[in-house]
């Protein structure tokens, strides 16, 4: 069975549906039918017999009063996916107004088996609406349309399916073919849209028709409301409320200019006829309520055909009112009606639906409704009248204030207000208050981002000045009047600030503004406050980083302290931008760099970072820099960083810059410093493991960390780096220095040498040199030396983490002989007497995971059960599913 291209869902059901299932026992019976169904001759058309079963569809047209059978007739062809239905399909025969009839073939989907026909998730119908030709042309059933109805194509929100309805009049009925659409209902209603109408005198579909979408029961049970001329002008709404949004027609397409604030221009409704059932719906605001409506109805320049409504709806969401005008408003130049609504209504949409309608000047007729295809039903203009009409944007601007329900639907008519709305807003702010200014930023948020960025900027300035203050009465704090002071020993912790709800704001605004942003943060980061330009240089590095760089170079000329330090932390951030490549290419070229200060032209160099390697010219901004007379030491001490970047990157000037300071420096903090930054530096590997043996402690030291961290990023060490590591170990007066040689050669692989000294450090006095002297032993698996870490891991008198240690040291080398000890470590975790069994149990835990014994369920099964502690349960239970480090013997 072929596919159908449609993607099925349920429809959904209103008013247009409930016409058609009323409709569904016009002229016949609703059950499937097997039987051939006759439609006998009518004034002017042949009669129609008409045959569907799962075979398919046959009809024949019989010229001759007579007996009519569809045998011998035209099998007319239906898509592959639907003739697997036409078992459950039926035949509702339609007498049209006029006499004439038709045949509705219906095949449902609903309910059907996919192996029985029905495309898989299919919920619509099939539809073929057929009828007998006219006396005299011809004998072809006409085949007056087919399709899907009910299933709707295109994404959630957009959907549109076909329709079918059968509309009964006070003698036959109408049939229409029309779509229903989700971005074209009556305030949530289904309508009826693009419909063509079944023309009895051609027996063809005629599109432009209209229909009513409202049921005749809701139009029944609407509210009246009679219209009244007013002879002046009510005074102007100072926003207009409704904004047109849907049509479901209008000559030229130009249904908003029924709303549009200028009486000159028109919907007029673009169906033939009276346009019974044409419709606007507008978008409205559901804070606010509405009393009533203003009305123009003739446009002063008139539209050919146009002609004035005499009855129409007012329809909401949940209500319906039936307005009618008391005269012929196409005669009436210039007039004006006010509707008054019997209680005020509140909603998100409202829709204006045409009814009957006055005939224009010889269009005949009389005062009935208009019978002339040409006629265009007018409305120009249609006002919300609420309550705070005749007031300006600044008086709803004042009511604000407050945040209450007054204020809110004050708000919603300046959030549809436009620039004017926008800038009243903006101009009363400061008068507001809190709940007032919240509300007002709702408002402020409908501009552009060009409108809104000057407000939004100056309040990121003002919000940051204001957390940069300390609050009333903190220096005070822990007095009698206070809080009471904190336990002795214990600083007293300040409870974190409020956010301020208007700085947040000011930042996630201008964060979606982006770019368009850029000019008022860089005046800010250039020529604002301390605070201010501190958080503008944030939001600037964010959002414009290519523009940020320029502006923080020039903003950090003369900054001093805590501000120069952020300024110099958004300036990194914007550097490392891609977006900022070209920029920074820019600001690093010699001449230019050289016009700024030399403390700006290093904050650019280390505020590129890793990246300095890959900008074009940061070799040769380095080296001007560099080589620039004697430097001084805060200069040589921050060039290293970006040395060691430029060195990983293979620039030969900037490795032999790091070398000379690693080796030759003359103050030992820059000798630190290179020697900190060149782990990552292969060809500095020789010079890091002579810095190892430096005259000052703390250079030894970052020597030593940095070559831990190089072998520990698998980098190849020079010959003889395990010996030299070994000699810090054994004679070096400093324990940190020690512990940082038992570190660095447990990183590097295993070597006769090195493993020795680990073994001597167990018998240094230093607790800490002696648990990374373990760590190193396991980590080379130094089963040669097992005997000496097992009698560190028994020694009842040994440093308890340096025993813990040991434990694990003993599990990484797989020392299958000490499960049963680390077995009885663990157990008696479960009911510890003090810290010592819970460490030394949770280091037998982990050491029991890697060596994994055959039988370690049964072993741990005991701390399984629901009284072991959480924590050590979940220890026992991560062993237990640990992968095996050993190999079981």
């Known amino acids: 069975m072929s596919r159908s291209p449609f993607r099925f869902r349920r429809p959904r059901l209103g008013a247009a549906a409930g016409v058609i299932a ?153 049939v229409l073919v029309g779509q229903l659409r989700d971005d074209v209902t009556l305030c949530g209603r289904p309508a009826l849209v693009g419909a063509s109408e079944v023309d009895p005198r051609t027996m063809t ?21 009679v219209a009244e001329r007013r002879d002046a002008d009510a005074a102007a709404a100072a926003f207009r409320l409704l904004r047109p949004t849907a049509a479901s027609s209008a000559v030229g397409k130009r249904f908003a200019e029924i709303a549009d604030g200028d009486p000159r221009t028109a919907w007029s409704e673009g169906k033939a006829g009276a346009g019974r059932g044409e419709f606007v719906s507008f978008s409205s605001a559901d804070e606010v309520g509405i009393t009533g409506f203003g009305l123009r109805i003739k446009p002063p320049d008139g539209v050919e055909g146009g002609a004035a409504p005499r009855t129409f709806f007012v329809a909401t969401p949940d209500r319906l009112f039936q307005v009618s005008l008391p005269e012929d408003a196409w005669l009436k130049e210039s007039a004006g009606y006010e509707v008054k609504l019997p209680e005020e209504i509140k909603a998100s949409c409202i829709a204006v639906v045409l009814d009957d309608a006055y005939a224009p000047a010889g269009a005949g007729g009389g005062r009935g409704a208009p019978a002339t295809p040409e006629v265009r039903v007018t409305i120009a203009e249609v006002t919300a009248r609420t309550a705070f009409d005749g007031q300006g944007p600044a008086a709803l601007v004042g009511a604000l204030a407050g ?114 942003a850029a000019p008022a943060l860089a005046e800010i980061v250039r020529a604002g406050a301390a605070a201010a330009r501190v958080a503008a240089a944030r939001e600037l590095a964010l959002v414009a980083p290519a523009e940020a760089i320029p502006a923080l170079l020039d903003a950090l000329a003369g900054a001093r302290g ?35 200060p030399e403390d700006a032209q290093l904050d650019l160099l280390r505020a590129l970072g890793p990246a300095l390697g890959r900008v074009k010219g940061g070799g040769a901004a380095f080296q001007a820099l560099a080589s620039a007379g004697s430097a001084p030491f805060e200069r040589r001490y921050l060039l290293q960083a970006p040395a060691a970047a430029l060195a990983r990157a293979g620039e030969a000037p900037a490795a032999a810059y790091l070398k000379a300071s690693l080796r030759k420096d003359a103050d030992a903090h820059v000798r630190l410093r290179a020697a900190e930054v060149a782990a990552d530096v292969p060809s500095l590997a020789q010079d890091l493991l002579a810095a190892a043996s430096d005259p000052d402690a703390r250079v030894r030291e970052a020597a030593i960390v940095a070559l831990a961290r190089a072998a520990s990023a698998g980098a190849k060490l020079p010959a003889g780096a395990a010996e030299a590591l070994a000699a ?80 694990l040291a003993l599990g990484a080398m797989c020392d299958a002989s000490s499960v049963d000890l680390w077995t009885r470590l663990a157990l008696r975790a479960k009911a510890p007497i003090g810290e010592h069994d819970q460490r030394l149990g949770s280091a037998a835990l982990a050491a029991l995971g890697s060596v994994h014994p055959a039988d370690l369920p049964a072993r741990l099964r005991p701390l399984l059960d629901k009284d072991t502690p959480h924590g050590l349960r979940e220890a026992a239970r991560a062993a237990l599913s640990a992968a095996p480090q050993c190999r079981r013997r």
């Open 205 to 225: 579909l005629l599109k432009g028709a209209s229909f009513q979408n409202l049921s005749a029961e809701e139009r029944r049970a609407a509210g009246k409301v």
């Open 403 to 516: 945040g209450g329900e007054r204020s809110r639907a004050s708000a919603a008519l300046l959030a549809r207000g436009g620039p004017e709305a926008v800038e009243a807003a903006i101009a009363g702010y400061d008068r507001l208050d809190p709940a007032g200014r919240q509300l007002a930023r709702g408002v402020i948020d409908t501009a552009p981002c060009a409108v809104q960025i000057p407000f939004l900027t100056a309040r990121l300035a003002s919000g940051a000045a204001s957390a940069a203050q300390p609050a009333p009465g903190a220096a005070s704090a822990g007095r009698a009047s206070g809080p009471a002071p904190a336990a002795p020993g214990r600083a007293a912790r300040a409870a974190p600030p409020e956010p301020d709800p208007e700085l947040h704001h000011a930042r996630d605004r201008i964060r979606r503004c982006g770019r368009a």
């Open 728 to 807: 810090r170990l054994t004679s070096d007066p400093w324990t940190f220095i020690r512990g940082g040689a038992a570190l660095a050669i447990g990183a590097m692989p295993a070597t006769p040498a090195g493993d020795r000294a680990l073994v001597g450090a167990l018998a240094d006095s230093s607790p800490e040199v002696r648990r990374h002297a373990l760590d190193g032993l396991g980590a080379h698996r130094a089963t040669a030396h097992i005997e000496a870490v097992r009698d560190r891991a028994e020694d009842k008198e040994e440093d308890l983490e340096v025993r813990a240690r040991a434990i």
């Open 562 to 596: 805590a501000p120069r330090r952020e300024l110099r932390a958004a300036l990194a951030l914007a550097a490392r931008s891609e977006r900022a490549a070209s920029a920074v290419e820019e600001e690093v070229q010699i001449e230019r760099l050289r016009a700024r």
């Open 22 to 174: 009323a409709s569904a026992a016009v002229g016949g019976s609703a059950a499937a039918q097997a039987a051939p169904v006759v439609l006998p001759q009518a004034a002017g058309q042949q009669a129609l017999a008409v045959r569907v079963d799962p075979g398919g569809v046959t009809a024949r047209a019989c010229p001759a009063a007579g007996a009519c059978a569809p045998d011998g007739g035209k099998v007319l062809a239906v898509p592959s996916e639907v003739a697997p239905l036409l078992g459950g399909a039926r035949v509702v025969p339609v007498t049209l107004a006029d006499g004439k009839r038709l045949a509705k073939i219906e095949a449902p989907a609903a309910g059907k088996p996919a192996g029985a026909g029905a495309p898989e998730g299919a919920s619509g119908s099939w539809v073929m609406l057929l009828a007998a030709p006219l006396a005299g042309k011809g004998t072809e059933p006409l085949v007056l349309w087919s399709g899907w109805t009910g299933v709707a194509t295109g994404e959630h929100g957009e959907g549109r399916s076909d329709a079918v309805v059968v509309e009964p009049l006070g003698s036959g009925s109408r």
